[in-house]
């Protein structure tokens, strides 16, 4: 069934398999539209009802049942021809909108198009210049999917090589998937350096994530080297998934680098509440609540979103209440630090809302 592909990275969840249907997450999100659509808790019921709505529709009344008030956006997930537009989406859910652009689609389509390194390094210091007006509100790096977080600085034969080896791929597919690491790490380094002239924030996707991810190069700790780079101390680095499982390391970037800022999400990667608890303890246990912000890393289907608002204010809110009964908040300022995970935290990172 497509629609359980949604909720799992495996590439065995067949329909014919229940790898989907028990996960906590799935049980979590059918009984909660179950609830939302009036029907039974059983999936053909659920989709029937989900059937008879528009795509307009449905993410029009989820948004608003889950007052989602802005969204930061992957603009290279999924793919723009099955994407609301900008104008389609802010119309649907009347939101504050800003949009992220994926680096490595950029960096394969130049590397596509051009034949000298020193010309894909001149157009990408181009394309990423005053990103700002043409509405971006930041960068995204997938490179812990490709090859690793350890983003190093290669010699100038190094970097040549792998560029020769990604033309190779290019001429002989007509395209090339950036697993070539001196030159993606040495084109992340040319992006980096702009982004930090136009104070760009840059996610990273960190830990969880494709099915091919290897977790032993996808620690946070890898960035240390990045977080550390006189050439990057105003750059501002924001680790997403919460780092899971790593959220602890995460937690412990975020506490001693000024400008390293964590997401917690409460969709993507698909846990448990439990699960989601854990890391909430574990995050606002160590970091700066100023450098926390609640995410959902939704994508494709806007269950994800709605459902995610409700678990985070909820998970937070319980978390919050703990914090106070040991002494390590004020129950005054409790709805302060609420607001800034929430919501304030994201919008003056990326220049959203009412704060800029």
């Known amino acids: 069934m497509a629609w359980r592909r949604y909720f799992t990275e495996s590439e065995d969840a067949g329909p014919e398999n229940h790898l989907v249907t028990e996960s906590a997450y799935y049980q979590r999100l059918l009984r909660a539209m179950a609830e939302y659509y009036d029907v039974e808790v059983d999936e053909s019921s659920v989709l029937a009802v989900r059937a008879a709505l528009s795509t307009p529709e449905l993410v029009q009344r989820l948004f608003a049942e889950a007052s989602i008030s802005g969204v930061v956006v992957d603009l290279g997930y999924p793919s723009p021809e099955m994407s609301f537009s900008r104008d389609e989406f802010v119309g649907a859910t009347n939101t504050d909108y800003g949009g992220l652009l994926r680096l490595e689609l950029l960096f394969q389509q130049r590397l596509s198009e051009l034949t000298t390194l020193n010309d894909v390094q001149e157009k990408i210091r181009d394309d990423l210049t005053d990103l700002r007006a043409s509405g971006y509100v930041g960068l995204k790096s997938i490179a812990g999917y490709r090859t690793g977080l350890a983003i190093e600085r290669w010699s100038t034969e190094d970097v040549a090589s792998s560029f020769a080896d990604a033309q190779r791929e ?18 992340l380094h040319v992006a980096l350096a702009q982004a930090t ?81 854990s890391i909430t303890q574990a995050v606002l246990g160590t970091a700066p609540f100023g450098k926390i912000m609640y ?27 703990e914090m106070v009964g040991e002494g390590d908040l004020g129950a005054s300022n409790v709805l302060n630090v609420a607001e800034q995970i929430l919501a304030t935290n994201a919008q003056r990172l990326y220049g959203l809302g009412s704060i800029r």
């Open 295 to 321: 995410s959902s890393d939704g994508a494709r289907v806007p269950e994800i979103f709605w459902l995610s608002a409700f678990d985070g204010r909820r998970i937070l809110s319980s978390v919050l209440g």
């Open 170 to 187: 290019v001429r002989a597919t007509g395209s090339v998937r950036l697993g070539h690491k001196p030159l993606l790490d040495s084109l």
């Open 197 to 277: 002239l136009d104070e760009l924030p840059v996610q990273f996707h960190v830990g969880y994530g494709d099915h091919d991810v290897d977790l032993r190069t996808a620690s946070p700790l890898l960035l240390r080297s990045l977080m550390e780079d006189p050439a990057y101390a105003a750059l501002p680095i924001v680790l997403l998934h919460g780092c899971w499982p790593y959220f602890r390391e995460g937690a412990f970037l975020a506490s001693i680098y000024p400008r390293v800022f964590l997401d917690v999400s409460y969709g993507i990667p698909f846990l448990g509440a439990l699960e989601l608890r």
